[in-house]
């Protein structure tokens, strides 16, 4: 540790941290990969899968980051000593979500850190999360390293990019009373797949010059700023994420503002209610990149894990036992979407081995997503079976069910919808600032489809390449279901992001999705004579032999009413004609995901999941109840 020039103050010349942010698909965590690799974290024949930053299931199918993570480079190289630490410095890096409804992990990681390196594609330049993730850091006052990637794309236009990023800059920063200093960044070029960086600009699809990122390295030893702390200050370390270890039980990840934690100390744990509780800390664990380690002692600036404390959470601190002085708690965005998760009520219910299909263990596995899930809210319903679970958008929601239908529990869920909120006497709802990107030919289409979702346009721009970038605010809930028409019009060629952007006076009635819906008026199995005749009427959504009971959505009428099917009809056998020659005429059953399924409902459907399916059903099953729902609705 060594120690700074002031007299109340001190820094630590070894050590940086730093956040990498940018929106989904610019790049992070294969930068994050090729900083790792060129410190020579990796033994030399050690097998590093790519994107190793991405350790979930879910993150490596849907290819993008969920949870923020940490990782600690040691970096040795000619530019250490330069900035007073000639053993070399130790980089923290935390690498963060790129996509708008995990804001909540982005909001934590930034607490963590001392400034953040904002990636940008070379060709797609600042997007809604960019706007996001920049809004934060410039209001928390961190110094921001622009890194703009993938340069060697061949419609890569670094120019502009940089050009539209200052804009963004100007844009967000123009009201702090750092604004100047904030608009003063360095600017790395480089390929992160290449592992290459510049400070120099190249040409257009160019590579950067040096074949390194030792670029990267110095600016992050200039730019990011030495931790600093007060010699002889009382301990003071945030508690910023959670963890569990088979061995230790539940692991505190924590930033450490003053003082020094070890091995064994009595502590003081200053909980979120306001009590405070003495403990002592059972193990030490610091970070070498992949890995924890255990370690005696851990100082100010570091990013530490400790055990000992069951029941820690979030936000809380952990103080001198002599002298607690407990920090903030962390605060994030309201949540914007919500979605009723209840226990599966479903004729097929418990069917599967193993299933988890009682009140209590969905209550207590939403109750464990609070523990570590800041942004994400767990409200009771008028159903002791069923809970609101809101969050920051349709894909974190179904990321949970998801989740947890992988660990075989069996759901009933509701239809996303919009949280409110009432402001001077009105009733607000969130808006959000959608930006998409499609060819020319498109263009109207897409304008129409957000005309009836009260979707106003903000800006539009021509690049010039045969491709038009629009941004427009939208309601939340004129997104909802958006995406799958969105992707038919555009015939899939679209690119389309959105982020929250405020709350706005309620926009009064938008339309839902035209069709409506066929749904099985009887148990049984599905037959081919039957779907034959019913898929003339629309879209059907299961296959010959699939099991089916009554109230369950089999299909999409092309029609705006609901539709009630015999889809388990069976052709009486004739010595003319069998049932095989029906398959030859069906048309191949349309096969929705769960995000798909969620976008289709309607407020009276609701969606079953179970390990082995996914199903859309009516919320009232018997056909007579619903009509008397109906008609009293009317």
Known sequence: MSAGTSSKTATRADLRNIAIVAHVDHGKTTLVDAMLKQSGAFGDHQHVDDRVMDSGDLEREKGITILAKNTAVRYTGPSAAAVGAPDGVTINIIDTPGHADFGGEVERGLSMVDAIALLVDAS???????????????????????????????????????????????DLAGDLPNADDLLDFPVVYASARAGRASLTQPADGGMPDEDNLEPLFRTILETVPAPSYTPGAPLQAHVTNLDASPFLGRIALCRIHEGELHKGDSVMWCRADGTQQRVKLTELLMTEALERKPAESAGPGDICAVAGIPEITIGETLADAENPVPLPLITVDEPAISMTIGTNTAPTAGKVKGAKVTARLVKDRL??????????????????????????????????????????????????????KEIGGKV???????????PQDYLGA???????????????????????????????RGLIGFRTEFLTETRGTGIAHATFEKYEPWFGELRTRPSGSMIADRAGAATSYAMTSLQERGTLFVEPSTEVY??????????????????????????????????????????LSLEQCLEFCREDECVEVTHDAVRIRKVVLDQTERSKVARARR
């Open 428 to 438: 607000h709802e969130p808006v959000e600032r959608l930006t998409i990107d499609v």
């Open 124 to 170: 797609e330049g600042p997007l809604p999360q960019t706007r996001f993730v920049l809004r934060k850091a410039l209001a928390a006052g961190l110094p921001v390293i622009l890194v703009v990637n993938k340069v060697d794309r061949p419609d890569a236009r670094i120019s502009e990019v940089v050009e539209e990023t200052a804009d963004l800059f100007l």
């Open 550 to 591: 009554e109230g369950m959505v089999v299909g999409e009428n092309s029609r705006a009413d609901d539709m009630d099917v015999n889809i388990t009809k069976e052709k009486k056998m004739t010595n003319v004609r069998s049932n095989a020659d029906e398959l030859e005429r069906l048309v191949p059953a349309r096969k």
């Open 367 to 420: 109750d464990r997503e609070l523990v570590g899930n800041v942004s994400m809210r767990v409200l009771p319903t008028e159903r002791p079976d069923a809970w609101e679970v809101q969050g920051r958008g349709e894909l974190a929601l179904a990321i949970l069910v998801e989740q947890m239908r992988r660990e075989n529990f069996e759901l009933t869920v509701g239809k996303p919808q919009v949280v409110t």
């Open 446 to 476: 897409v304008t129409q489809l957000l005309a009836v979702r009260k979707g106003r346009m903000e800006q539009m721009t021509n690049h010039g390449t045969g491709w038009v970038r629009m941004e427009f605010l939208v309601p939340s």
